[in-house]
């Protein structure tokens, strides 16, 4: 597992956050964080409960919505390859790869304005 120390690395603001939302989308999945919000336009997997799952191969659904009210300890990031999220024992992934997001983007995540509310005023990253 790989956290960095570095306070500026955008996924170390989802450290310590409970998920609060999955949501589905044409397109995308997408975790909410009481705040941030990281989307996935690659395909997601992971790991819940010792059960692997492919997004959107069946129970896959099931599977994404016990991580609502998980909290986010720790997380891995391999350039062009993929970003993962720890949850204890589980583990939600996104291939970062060009072939599983199938245009020039994977994912990004969107921070927070000053009121606290969703806003790109508060960052946007884009892998």
């Known amino acids: 597992m790989y956290i960095t120390k570095d306070p500026d690395d955008p ?3 989802l450290m310590g956050l409970e998920v609060s939302a999955i949501s589905f989308a044409r397109g995308y999945v997408e975790l909410q964080f009481d705040g941030p919000v ?3 336009l690659s395909d997601p997997s992971g790991v819940y409960g010792g059960r692997e799952w492919h997004f959107p191969a069946p129970g896959s659904l099931d599977l994404m919505r016990c991580y609502i009210d998980k909290t986010v300890d720790g997380y891995e990031l391999v350039p062009d390859r ?3 999220l720890h949850f ?3 583990r939600f992934v996104i291939p970062l ?3 599983s997001s199938g245009g020039p983007e994977a994912a990004h995540m969107v921070g927070v304005d000053e009121s606290g509310r969703v806003s790109v005023r508060g960052g946007m990253w884009i892998w």
Do not use: K, Y
């Open 38 to 40: 990281l989307r996935s």
């Open 11 to 13: 996924l170390q603001l």
């Open 82 to 84: 993929i970003l993962a």
């Open 88 to 90: 204890g024992e589980h």
């Open 97 to 99: 790869d060009p072939e």
